[in-house]
Structure formats: structure tokens, C-alpha cells
């Protein structure tokens, strides 16, 4: 999560970051990662957080959190600014794909001030669902991915260079998994000449927003590995700079290939399934399989696909063109908001009158109840925490990450027998 508020006119918007505490609280790395810097950094309970929004002024609020996250701040925050003319405004969206869970994640999402989707296409599915169940659908607001940009791709790099962007749960099984790597090695053995990356998302011991139970880091340790084969972390924009084929079963990373004009395949090998997420792609012109790339095959993608997608805008994948202008909408609409004399509540779409089954209990995950408000015993310390406190923390964490990487699938395994 994250607030801007006002220093001055010179100095420009101050930025201070809120991160969640919990079992995807990103590491120093992850953050390092991203490339934005906030002028101060905090890790919060939901409740702390909620304290800090009704203690400490801001101009805008963005929640990029899961969906039940997003539910549990909006009614939180509702909460803490009852009765107020100004508040911050209030944004949040996808930062990816929305493939799956359509309606769930939209609807939790529901009550921001701006939902900004990626594209066109989202922004039509955003508001047919809010408008199918009778609600507001003026906060959906089109962008486009914030990290698209780069250098357009001109021509083979030397080394040819083929890169894998792996995702935490996208195949899950150990078979799926397995044979994915295998495919990328043999094709590694197919080409000694090329180099042959594996994009990992995260390290061992770290977590993103889906679990990953069986990483990679792994698999491949088991496997007797071609020279011209590598696992890589960092930026994915990096990598892009030296890829001459992008490969992935859903990837966001897709996406980014595609905008910079980088040859870029979405795989059919474990099937075309809502489940892998690369239905996604139907129309892309994009899907194929390990086979056909083996043997050749380069994908040419569908330019109205594309466009759709808010990539390649303007034809300009360095960000000129259309792209360049994909947030004005926003920004306008945000500048607006923050100069009305007075804001109104926030007002969800899920209440305890519309979902009397369902809200109680995403709130009360991040110990708030049915009102928005802290549950008693809730956790909220006035204090950072002392060393030892961290230390626990830390290997609380460890241990939980031990038991969904490790423990979890052993146990899984002994069910099947």
C-alpha cells in the first residue's frame, strides 16, 4: 500500500509505502526490484495501517494488495473516515493478467474511488460485471501495465537467447513443473549455441503473491544441466533487453515481450485451460508448443489482439504514441477528485446486508469486524519492534515458507499412496 501527500510545489509529491505483514510481505530484494523509492517505509497490521490513515494526513491512498486485502482496507478505511468532508482518494486495480476469478476479485475491489484496468478489454469486463450486479461502475478508469517500456527489439543478439518466464503457481503439480524444465533443457542441448534462461520470480525462501511449492531452483538441482543453461532473477525488463524469444505458459511477462516487439510464445503443451491462464491468449496469434519451437516455429501476433491489450500502444514500444498518454485519464480523474471541496464515504458493493456470508469473514482475517472496525485483541503495536521480536518474525516466516515448499508437498504425496 501505498500515500502521496503534498511537501510543496517544487519539491512534488512525498511517497511513504505501508507494507502489509504477512506471509507475501515483500524482502529488501523484491523491493529493490521495483525501482520506487518511498520517502518512508513501514511494515503494518491491517490495524496499524488503519490507525496511521486516521492519524496522519494524505492526498491519495493506493491499495495494491490481494482482493480480500483490498475488501478488508476499504471497509477499514470507511471506518476511520466516517463523518469526514475530505479524505484521500482511494485507488487500486491489477497489476497483470486477470485471468481467473473475474467477478470475485473485481466485486472485492469494489468501493475504491479509481479500479484501473490494464486495457480496453479489461476496462469493457470491469464495468459489464459491476453493471451486471447493479453496481457503480464509474470508478473502473482504463490505463495501461505501469512497468511496460524498453528499448524496441531490433534483430538476434549474440548469443540467440531464449528465456523462460516461470511463475509461482502456474503449472502446480511436480509432473507439470517437471516436464517444463525438461522441455527447456532439451531445447538448451537442441541449440548449444544459444543461451537458454530460466526468469525465476523470486529466490529461494521468498514469496510473491501466489505460493510456490515446488520451485525450480529445486527441480533443477536434480537435473544434470547444459552449459548454455541458467537460472536468473532481477528485473524482468533486463532480461528482456537480451532476449530474442520469450516463452511462458500465462506470464505476464507476455505482455511486456510482445510490447517491445520481442518474439514471444505462450505454450500449449499442458493444454489451452483456464486453470494455466494462457486462454487468455486465444487470438493472440502467440500459442504453440515446445514441438513447433524445437522445429523453428516463430509466432506473429495478432495486431487487434495487441492493441486490445494496451501493448505496442501507438506503435511505440519504447512509450511514445499512445502509451505515453494511457494514465492521463487517471491522473485527470485523481485531480479532480482531490480538488472537490469534499469526498463521499466509501461505499463497497459487498456489506453486511449484500453478503452477510462472505464479508464477515475475509474482515475478520485482517481483524476487523463486520463495521470495518479492530476486533478486540487485535494486533497493533505503538512501537517498531526490537531486535529479538524480528528475529522471531523472520523465522516464523521461514518456517512457514519450509512448510508450504517442503512439508506440504511430502505430506500431499503420502495422501496419494
Request: glycine content about 10%; charged content about 25%.
Amino acid at each position: 500500500m501505498e500515500t502521496a501527500s503534498r511537501d510543496d510545489a517544487q519539491a512534488g509529491p512525498a511517497l511513504s509505502g505501508f507494507l502489509l505483514r504477512g506471509r507475501a510481505t515483500p524482502t529488501p530484494r523484491q523491493l529493490e526490484e521495483v525501482g520506487v523509492r518511498a520517502d518512508s517505509l513501514r511494515e503494518v497490521t491491517a490495524v496499524e495501517f488503519l490507525r496511521a490513515m486516521a492519524e496522519e494526513e494524505y492526498d491519495v491512498v493506493v491499495i495494491a494488495l490481494v482482493g480480500g486485502g483490498v475488501q478488508a482496507m476499504l471497509h477499514g478505511l470507511g471506518r476511520v473516515w466516517e463523518g469526514r468532508e475530505k479524505r484521500p482518494v482511494v485507488v487500486t486495480g491489477y497489476v497483470g493478467v486477470v485471468y481467473e476469478k473475474l467477478a470475485d476479485g473485481l466485486l472485492l475491489r469494489h468501493g475504491a474511488d479509481l479500479v484501473l484496468a490494464n486495457s480496453r478489454q479489461d476496462a469493457d469486463r470491469f464495468r459489464a460485471v459491476y453493471e451486471g450486479v447493479g453496481a457503480d461502475a464509474s470508478s473502473v478508469t482504463e490505463v495501461a501495465l505501469p512497468f511496460l517500456g524498453g528499448d524496441p527489439y531490433t534483430g538476434e543478439h549474440d548469443p540467440y537467447t531464449v528465456v523462460f518466464a516461470a511463475q509461482p503457481s502456474v503449472p502446480d503439480s511436480r509432473k507439470d513443473r517437471t516436464y517444463l524444465l525438461e522441455r527447456l533443457v532439451r531445447h538448451a542441448r537442441m541449440y548449444p549455441d544459444r543461451e537458454v534462461l530460466l526468469k525465476l520470480r523470486s529466490k529461494p525462501g521468498e514469496h510473491t503473491t501466489h505460493i510456490e511449492e515446488l520451485p525450480y531452483q529445486k527441480l533443477a538441482q536434480r537435473s544434470d544441466l547444459p552449459p548454455n543453461f541458467r537460472l536468473v532473477y532481477g528485473h524482468m525488463g533486463e532480461v528482456l533487453d537480451r532476449t530474442d524469444l520469450l516463452v511462458t505458459v500465462s506470464s505476464t511477462a507476455a505482455l511486456e515481450s510482445l510490447h517491445r516487439r520481442i518474439p514471444t510464445v505462450v505454450l500449449t503443451d499442458l493444454g489451452i485451460r483456464e486453470v494455466l491462464g494462457n486462454h487468455h491468449f486465444v487470438g493472440s496469434g502467440c500459442l504453440a508448443s515446445w514441438d513447433q519451437l524445437d522445429a523453428g516455429h516463430r509466432p506473429a501476433p495478432d495486431e487487434e489482439w495487441v492493441a486490445r491489450q494496451g501493448v505496442a500502444a501507438g506503435g511505440s514500444p519504447s512509450g511514445g504514441g499512445s502509451y505515453a498518454h494511457a494514465f492521463d485519464a487517471a491522473r485527470e480523474r485523481i485531480a479532480k477528485l482531490l480538488a472537490a471541496s469534499e469526498l463521499p464515504p466509501l461505499t463497497p458493493y459487498y456489506t453486511p446486508a449484500t453478503a452477510p456470508g462472505y464479508l464477515p469473514g475475509i474482515l475478520a482475517r485482517h481483524h476487523l469486524g463486520p463495521d470495518g472496525s479492530p476486533l478486540p485483541g487485535a494486533p497493533a503495536a505503538d512501537r517498531e519492534p526490537g531486535p529479538v521480536r524480528q528475529i522471531v518474525r523472520r523465522a516464523a516466516r521461514g518456517a512457514y515458507r519450509h512448510g508450504v515448499q517442503r512439508v506440504a508437498p511430502v505430506i500431499r504425496r503420502m495422501g496419494e499412496l
